[in-house]
T-cell receptor, first 118, second 110 residues
Framework: KAGVTQTPRYLIKTRGQQVTLSCSPI?????VSWYQQTPGQGLQFLFEYFSETQRNKGNFPGRFSGRQFSNSRSEMNVSTLELGDSALYLC?????????????????FGPGTRLTVL | TQLLEQSPQFLSIQEGENLTVYCNSSSVFSSLQWYRQEPGEGPVLLVT?????EVKKLKRLTFQFGDARKDSSLHITAAQPGDTGLYLC??????????FGQGTRLTINP
C-alpha cells in the first residue's frame, strides 16, 4: 500500500507570495491533518479535513487555509507569505473516525514539504 | 492550549548506554503517542499508550504512561547508533488533533 505523498518536496518563495501544497493520503483514508514544524515551535496542528469538511482547526491566522477533494486529496494554501512561515509542512492521513473524547486514529505522516520564504 | 514538555531536548550518549526521555503535561490526555523522525522524513509512530500506568515494550524501547495520564517516559536500553533520531511525544486531543512536545534529539555515538 502506498504511503502518504506530498508535493512538492521543496519550495522557495518570497515574502508576499502565496503557495499551495498538496497531500495525497493512503488509499481508503478519509482524514487529512496538516502540521507545521519549525525548530522553535516544534510540530503544531494547523487543521484537519474529513470528507471534504474542516473538522478541527489550530491557532493559525486566516492566511493559512485548506481544502479537501472528493478523492480525499488535500491542499493547503498560505497567502501573503512571511519569513516566519518558513517551515516543514507535514500532512498526516488516517481513517478519521476518531471523535472528540473518543481518541484519534493512528496518523501516518508524509515526508513533508520544506518551504523557505526569502 | 494543552502543552507537552519533553526533556531533555538534546541527548548525546555512547553506544551501549541506557537513557530515558520524559514527556510531561499538566493536562490529562486520552492517549499519548511516541514518534521517531529522521531527517527528510515525517514522524513514524512507535507506540500508543492509552491506560494510566500502562507499560509497553518494543524490543529495547520501554514506554510508560503515568497513572494520571499526564506524563509518559521512553526508556532505551543498550542504545545503538541506529536509535539516533528525533523522538516526539504527542497527546491526543481527539478528532485527529495531536499536540506535540518539542522533541528530544538523540545522538548515539559508536
Amino acid at each position: 500500500k502506498a504511503g502518504v505523498t506530498q508535493t512538492p518536496r521543496y519550495l522557495i518563495k518570497t515574502r508576499g507570495q502565496q503557495v499551495t501544497l498538496s497531500c495525497s493520503p493512503i488509499s481508503g483514508h478519509r482524514s487529512v491533518s496538516w502540521y507545521q514544524q519549525t525548530p522553535g515551535q516544534g510540530l503544531q496542528f494547523l487543521f484537519e479535513y474529513f470528507s471534504e469538511t474542516q473538522r478541527n482547526k489550530g491557532n493559525f491566522p486566516g492566511r493559512f487555509s485548506g481544502r479537501q477533494f472528493s478523492n480525499s486529496r488535500s491542499e493547503m494554501n498560505v497567502s501573503t507569505l512571511e519569513l516566519g512561515d518558513s517551515a516543514l509542512y507535514l500532512c498526516a492521513s488516517s481513517l478519521g473516525f476518531g471523535l472528540v473524547g473518543e481518541g484519534t486514529d493512528t496518523q501516518y505522516f508524509g515526508p513533508g514539504t520544506r518551504l523557505t520564504v526569502l | 492550549t494543552q502543552l507537552l514538555e519533553q526533556s531533555p531536548q538534546f541527548l548525546s550518549i555512547q553506544e551501549g548506554e541506557n537513557l530515558t526521555v520524559y514527556c510531561n503535561s499538566s493536562s490529562v490526555f486520552s492517549s499519548l503517542q511516541w514518534y521517531r523522525q529522521e531527517p527528510g522524513e515525517g514522524p513514524v509512530l512507535l507506540v500508543t499508550v492509552v491506560t494510566g500506568g500502562e507499560v509497553k515494550k518494543l524490543k529495547r524501547l520501554t514506554f510508560q504512561f503515568g497513572d494520571a495520564r499526564k506524563d509518559s517516559s521512553l526508556h532505551i536500553t543498550a542504545a545503538q547508533p541506529g536509535d539516533t533520531g528525533l523522538y516526539l511525544c504527542a497527546g491526543d486531543q481527539g478528532a485527529q488533533k495531536l499536540v506535540f512536545g518539542q522533541g528530544t534529539r538523540l545522538t548515539i555515538n559508536p
